[in-house]
């Protein structure tokens, strides 16, 4: 599991991070044992399938496959065995979607982690940002999170660690339509 954000006190709660504060948010995922190593953090949890590593890149968003990448031939993990949590414009703010492939949306994360292993097909825990009505993508995905999406921020993490957890646990086309993909009300 991959989790994508940018480093620094500035970028903590923008929307590029939501990756992030939905890892800070994990209380299954222990704040002990963590490594530094692949140009990030990382650490090792069991599940009923067997050791998950948990991956925290530390480069910039843009730069997040140099981690990956070492990452995954380190500990020999296949592309099809990596989900990568972010943020996505392409969704309205409050949605989610669990994918595998396709198109990488102008991300640069996943564009860098597709260089970095080769290949699209990796899972995808996409979460819905939205897109700006007007002005610049980055300053919009580098900018924080309106007041009233902040008050939904709190179920939203809630939902993204029930997915989570439930992945860890059972194989992703298993897993129930509710939690491949939804839409909170906001």
């Known amino acids: 599991m991959v989790f994508l954000g940018n480093p620094g006190i500035k970028y903590k709660l923008t929307r590029h991070n939501y990756g992030w504060r939905l890892l800070d948010a994990i209380d299954w995922i222990p704040d002990t044992g963590w490594q530094k190593k692949f140009k990030g953090q990382y650490t090792q949890i ?3 399938g067997g050791k998950i590593v948990i991956l925290k890149p530390e480069t910039f968003m ?3 496959g140099e981690s990956v990448g070492a990452a995954a031939a380190f500990f020999k ?8 949590v972010h943020d996505d414009i392409e969704m309205p703010f409050g949605g989610w979607a669990l994918k595998k492939g396709g198109g990488l949306g102008g991300h640069n994360g996943l564009k860098s982690m597709s260089s970095a292993m080769g290949t699209k097909d ?7 940002v939205g ?3 007007r002005g610049d ?11 009233h999406e902040e008050n939904w921020i709190k179920d939203l993490l809630q939902k ?8 860890i646990n ?10 491949k993909s939804g839409q909170f009300n906001t």
Do not use: C, M, T, W
């Not at 993204?160 to 992945?167: E, F, H, K, N, R």
């Open 160 to 167: 993204g660690d029930s997915i989570l957890y439930s992945l």
């Open 137 to 147: 993508v980055a300053s919009f995905v580098l900018g924080r999170f309106s007041p």
């Open 77 to 84: 993990i296949k592309p099809e065995e990596v989900l990568v």
């Open 122 to 128: 990796y899972f995808r825990l996409r979460l819905g």
């Open 170 to 179: 059972n194989n992703p086309e298993n897993l129930s339509d509710d939690l």
């Open 46 to 48: 069991q599940s009923k």
């Open 62 to 64: 843009n730069k997040s």
């Open 131 to 133: 897109r700006p009505k």
